[in-house]
């Protein structure tokens, strides 16, 4: 075994968080996925890179943990796949390759930190609370805007350029969650989960019936279209 127990007294942490790991060595994950919710936290464990992919893809995540080495579909591919896509979320990389090469390719591919193998699970722990204390920083932020399109979240108000645009709660929260994740393609399950706080079958049109009405008050009269459709994928909220 490549890592090192905590007991749970020692552990600190800031707060809950909800990890996917990508990890192929049965042994190593599942002693990751019990030592991170002993320490309080949320983990989903895949075995290989396609299903890591359509993990972080189907649903929203604080932190991934991403083997480099990894089978179907290799670490590097998997973290350069989803950045390709939008998705920010901060990216932990676990590897056994610990040159200098290896770590600058890495973070090139679009890796937010590096972990050589064998590790101390503590270490781990702080490095992760650190990428996720970083990202969700712009989620304190209590105005978004994306091109001329801009929201308060305090005064509860969406403004296009000069024009107020008047937006029911569901509406105002879906858009929110849109400029959370601008440049992102959002799933409707990632919306279903985010915006709706529950679960069902995601062919439902309730999506497409919001999405159409909020497209509708941002869009009509604008000269260029923000809220777009991303085929077979969901949507994504960006300007020009």
């Known amino acids: 075994m490549h890592v090192s127990i905590l007991e749970p007294a020692e552990i600190n942490y800031s707060g809950p968080m909800k990890i996917l ?38 649903s929203d995540y604080d932190v ?65 609370e650190v990428l996720n204390r970083r990202a969700t920083s712009r989620e304190s932020e209590t105005v978004y805007r994306i091109g001329d399109l801009e929201l308060d979240r305090l005064s509860h108000t969406v403004r296009r350029g000069a024009v107020d645009i008047t937006l029911q709660p569901r509406e105002f929260r879906l858009l929110e969650y849109l400029m959370r994740h601008a440049g992102q393609v959002v799933t409707r399950t990632m919306l279903l989960e985010n915006v709706w706080d529950y679960h069902f079958d995601p062919q439902t049109n309730v999506i497409d019936v919001h999405v159409s009405r909020l497209r509708g008050k941002i869009e009509k009269g604008f000269d260029s279209p923000i809220l777009h459709t991303v085929r077979g994928a969901g949507y994504m909220l960006k300007a020009g």
């Open 64 to 128: 991934m943990i991403i083997d480099r080495m990894l089978p179907r579909r290799d670490g590097l591919s998997v973290i350069a796949g989803l950045r390709s896509r939008g998705n920010t979320t901060p990216v932990l990389i676990l590897s056994a390759l610990g040159e200098v090469d290896d770590r600058v390719t890495g973070l090139r591919a679009g890796g937010d930190d590096y972990l050589t193998k064998p590790y101390a699970f503590s270490e781990l722990l702080a490095r992760i």
């Open 21 to 58: 790991v990508i990890e192929d060595d049965r042994e190593a994950a599942e002693y990751l996925e019990k030592a991170l919710e002993e320490a309080g936290h949320t983990a989903h464990v895949a075995g290989d890179g396609e299903t890591g992919f359509a993990l972080a893809e189907s």
